[in-house]
């Protein structure tokens, strides 16, 4: 089969009916026949901690680029942020995504960051395709938050990999991000790096600013609550995670609310069996934060 370049793609897709869900068409087939298989790319969960990790130097920064180096370059990224809740599930469709200054209060350095990587209306399609459990809507208008750009910026300083976000849909329980998250394992053999990002203890109310520049200082629940879910993860205990409403206190206190932790349910759904998993800038921040990062295979 002769290689469909974007514009071909693109003068296809227009010839489709513009009525209905896109279910199957043929041009998106065709699209998704060109991205040849790859070897299985890695899934990443990343702590993404403060927006300042987008403009300084330290330790988290350092392991983020490392991992960027580590491996394989994508031919595109696909983020779950914590930051895109929706009520639906939604990708974003768009050929240039603005970069999204969602914050408030950080230094005119911060707010002047731009990354302007491309986006992928093309990616977005397939992953509507693929998606059978529940309807996936494109997006025009959200672009890259910072629990994307200021972590994939340390990855691929370039811009220069197509980057496409999926929200999390803040009606469903964790159960569902889960499953959902599996519809989208084929796209690690097509070149696609699947990111989560987050925190899996954030708790700001809790936060000790007193602490804030304390290495390593956490409270007693947050370092229990951190602990524990690592040795969910490392034992490959899935359903204890999913059920993080049943582990007690120190997890209530380590998930107030959810949208932070859910990401780590769609890396984990895409672990496959016996699949190594990495982690790296292990580490609490004011009490109340753990920047505990993962990578997959």
């Known amino acids: 089969m002769e290689d469909m370049n974007r514009t071909q793609f693109l003068v296809a897709l227009s010839a489709l009916p513009l ?8 041009a998106l087939r065709v699209f998704a026949d060109t991205l040849d298989s790859t070897d299985k790319m890695p899934v990443l969960f990343l702590g993404h901690g403060s927006p300042m990790n987008a403009i300084e130097d330290n330790e988290f920064v350092r392991g983020f680029k490392k991992i960027g180096q580590e491996i394989e370059k994508p031919r595109a990224i696909l983020v779950i942020s914590a930051h ?22 950080f230094p005119q350095a911060l707010f002047d960051v731009q990354y302007p990587a491309p986006g992928s209306p093309e990616l977005a399609l397939l992953t509507k395709d693929i998606i059978k459990s ?48 599996k519809e989208l394992a084929q796209l690690r053999r097509k070149g696609v790096l699947i990111v989560g990002s987050g925190n899996i203890v954030h708790n700001l109310r809790m936060v000790s600013w007193s602490h804030i520049d304390t290495a390593g200082y956490a409270f007693d629940w947050a370092q229990q609550a951190d602990d524990r879910m690592k ?15 049943k582990q007690g206190r120190e997890f209530e206190l380590a998930i107030p609310t959810p949208e932070h932790y859910l990401p780590l349910l769609y890396s984990l759904a895409l672990q496959d069996k016996n699949e190594d998993i990495h982690i790296f800038n292990d ?9 505990t990062s993962l990578k997959i295979g």
């Open 134 to 181: 529940t309807e996936v809507h494109l997006d025009e208008k959200w672009g890259l938050d910072h629990g994307s750009w200021s972590v994939i910026k340390h990855l691929y300083p370039n811009a220069d990999v197509p980057v496409i976000q999926m929200s999390i849909d803040y009606t469903q329980p964790a159960s569902y991000h889960y499953a959902l998250a």
């Open 231 to 245: 040795k969910y993860i490392m034992d490959g205990n899935h359903q204890a995670l999913i059920d993080y409403k």
């Open 19 to 26: 009525t209905g869900a896109i279910a199957k068409p043929s």
């Open 283 to 291: 580490q609490a921040v004011a009490g109340s934060l753990t920047m």
């Open 84 to 105: 895109w809740e929706t009520r639906g599930t939604y990708v974003t469709a768009m050929e240039n995504p603005m970069t999204i200054h969602d914050f408030g209060g």
